[in-house]
């Protein structure tokens, strides 16, 4: 006899190596379980870290993870970090407890149909079939590159179960009735099952068979070689496709500049011809050059209104091209915009597009090599670090949030992993500090328009990324909420900053409704003490009024960057991110900011 957690905890293992959790009496033997067939398990302190955990775990290294809390408000804490990574399409495997199959008890709800709000299925257990149910879990969360749950009956969770007994000679079919006791059974579903990684990562499965016709790349074709300005733009997509190399190929084959949308930073390898960042955390002149291509390819971008200057990133004479594994709506923009789209997967489309396009060369000179201010600190590198006050300060005595960031892009670890919390202050990272590749920043929040993920996590880019330093931008609104997992974010990294954008306001509020006229009292917060709240829980706080404070991380990062430093950064509510500013401009208040 062997027990059903055991036996859940052998069908996720082939899938998992890493788990995030909270005990309940939901799921206690299952993470027993978990422990005992060496997936690793990290406890956080708040429900929502385990699933926040998990999405980041598997946005930087491809490979799914599991959450686990146990049932009622176990459930349903952690409902908004799971509604972010189905918006933001992260596969990840939810197990929790649930009602027992004698039905549902006085506290309970109906925790399938609250997942299923949320566009995440849910797959209960049973004792006759554990590995089945698991495999078909696996391959939803993989194929639909979304979150599942996989819910335990509460009075299944320390059952044990009968040993299998073996029927020569069966075969699985389609509609056949499905047997658990069966190996061959087993064997037939692992044998068809996908691989835990995602689509696109290294692994030995063939990647999705690009449906893009010949007569749409032929078209695709002939725009890209009549093009005079091109601009290559790559988003998360080309990123999950390992497509990195051919945007390369392919944008040297045009001449083109090249962009990317804030997942996909860094995926160019050549940043002589780069612009950056498009939208709203860009740089000014840089978007108005990609206002002047005349050919857009883009791939793997979900041009999302950020991305996309809300539709007024292109000129309305642009022709796009997008490269995408589905459709997606086009965004507002003032005028039409002749687009065609080459569904498929990424990688296979550019391969495809650098075979027809054969022995192209651009026309000389390419569009690249006549754009001025591309060089190191030329006219489209350039940003603004705010106030020419050599001390950073702005009017109401607090710091200009661009100086901080202008100041941290240089101080910070150059090995680092960062994760951007949600709310107005998402600019300033996305702005100021770079990274070597797009894995190493990850934004939670953005997807769902939630704030207070960021500190939630810590634990998941840790464990993907345990010898790079973690780097937390997070606001005082959005800290406060996750103030629980401060104490797991000090326990499980052995090198983290916490950045605190503290101006006493949700300032993404104060900045838009606040500006309609109304009462801000309620977009306050009253001051708080991060650093003091940090060193409370084992980390070192600093409290930043001026620059100078700054000097603490450069001490940190000199001595080892050791443990956890946590930057209260004490920033003036005065200064608006541009990002923003295109949110006022689109709400009608241009002339008010």
């Not at 001490?555 to 920033?571: E, F, S």
């Amino acid at each position: 006899m062997h027990s059903f957690a055991h036996a859940l905890a052998s069908a996720l293992q082939p899938h998992a190596t890493e788990a995030f959790g909270l005990m309940g009496n939901g799921n206690a033997h299952f993470i027993d379980a978990l422990i005992e067939q060496q997936i690793r398990f990290t406890a956080v302190r708040h429900e929502a870290a385990t699933v926040a955990s998990a999405d980041a775990y598997t946005r930087i290294t491809k490979r799914i993870a599991i959450a686990t809390t146990t049932y009622g408000a176990g459930f349903t804490n952690p409902l908004t970090a799971l509604a972010e990574a189905a918006q933001a399409r992260t596969p990840l495997l939810l197990v929790v407890g649930d009602e027992p199959t004698t039905g549902r008890r006085p506290w309970g709800i109906d925790q399938e149909m609250a997942a299923a709000a949320l566009g995440v299925p849910t797959y209960t257990l049973g004792l006759e079939n554990v590995e089945v149910i698991v495999e078909r879990a696996v391959s939803s969360a993989l194929r639909r590159r979304r979150p599942v749950v996989i819910a335990i009956p509460y009075d299944l969770a320390a059952a044990t179960l009968p040993e299998p007994t073996h029927r020569p000679g069966h075969t699985l079919e389609a509609d056949s009735e499905i047997d658990l006791a069966d190996p061959a059974v087993v064997a037939a579903l692992a044998a068809a099952t996908m691989p835990r990684q995602l689509p696109g990562a290294p692994a030995s499965h063939p990647r999705p068979a690009t449906q893009a016709t010949s007569i749409e790349l032929a078209a695709a074709v002939q725009v890209l070689t009549s093009a005079a300005r091109p601009l290559v733009l790559a988003g998360r997509g080309a990123w999950l496709a390992d497509a990195g190399d051919l945007l390369d190929h392919i944008a040297d084959k045009l001449g083109a500049l090249t962009a990317s949308t804030a997942l996909a930073r860094g995926i160019f390898a050549a940043p002589h011809y780069d612009l950056g960042l498009t939208g709203g955390f860009g740089q000014h002149a840089a978007m108005q050059t990609i206002a002047l291509a005349d050919v857009v390819l883009g791939v793997g971008a979900s041009r999302n209104q950020f991305t996309m200057r809300f539709g007024e990133l292109f000129a309305p004479h642009a022709r796009i091209i997008r490269v995408d594994l589905d459709q997606v709506a086009a965004p507002r923009t003032q005028q039409p915009i002749e687009q065609l789209l080459l569904r498929g997967d990424a990688r296979g489309t550019l391969q495809q597009l650098i075979t027809a396009l054969g022995d192209h060369r651009p026309g000389a000179p390419a569009w690249r090599d006549t754009v001025a201010g591309l060089e190191p600190d030329g006219e489209l590198r350039a940003l603004d670090a705010g106030t020419a006050a050599t001390d950073g300060l702005c009017d109401d005595g607090r710091l200009d949030p661009r100086a901080i960031a202008s100041r941290l892009g240089q101080l910070l670890p150059k090995d680092r992993h960062v994760t951007s919390d949600g709310g107005h202050f998402i600019g300033w990272a996305n702005m100021f500090w770079s990274v070597a590749s797009p894995e190493r920043m990850i934004m939670v929040g953005t997807a769902y328009q939630t704030i207070g993920l960021g500190l939630a996590t810590v634990a998941g880019v840790a464990a993907a990324a345990p010898e790079s330093t973690v780097v937390v931008s997070t606001g005082d609104g959005g800290g406060l909420m996750a103030l629980a997992d401060l104490e797991t974010a000090i326990r499980t990294t052995k090198s983290c900053v916490i950045v605190v954008w503290n101006d006493a306001a949700y300032g993404a509020e104060v900045h838009l409704y606040g500006l309609m006229g109304i009462n801000q009292a309620p977009m306050q917060i009253p001051g708080v003490n991060f650093a003091a709240l940090a060193s409370a829980l084992g980390a070192t706080g600093v409290k930043v009024t001026t620059l100078a404070d700054l000097d603490a991380l450069e001490q940190w990062r000199n001595h080892g960057a050791q443990g956890t430093l946590l930057l209260d950064c004490q920033i003036s509510p005065s200064v608006v991110a541009p990002y923003q500013a295109e949110i006022q401009r689109v709400n009608g208040l241009g002339d008010q900011a």
